[in-house]
């Protein structure tokens, strides 16, 4: 598996597990805000579990421009790979 695919897996079981997200509806397109109805407190709350799951120092500002699943997959591998 390469890191992309790691990345999108664990974030997957994050929003599934901790936000009780059906599965299906989670792809790289799908919208964090309009599709998922994560708000301001819940966008908050997924960066501290990331920051948990990668130990990697997520700065609020680097999640204000991200919008879909995918974003913050790129967003992550971006931060691993700096």
Do not use: C, H, W
């Not at 009780?20 to 301001?40: A, C, G, H, Q, V």
């Not at 908050?44 to 995918?70: A, H, N, Y």
């Amino acid at each position: 598996m390469n890191m992309k695919s790691d990345i999108y897996q664990q974030l997957k079981g994050i929003l599934v597990n901790y936000f009780e997200l059906p599965e299906n509806m989670i792809t790289p397109e799908t919208d964090l805000y309009e599709e998922l109805e994560l708000d301001s407190i819940d966008a908050i709350d997924l960066m501290v579990k990331l920051r948990e799951l990668t130990d990697l120092d997520i700065e609020p500002d680097s999640f204000k421009q991200i919008r879909t699943v995918g974003d913050v997959v790129d967003e992550l591998q971006q931060l691993m790979e700096a």
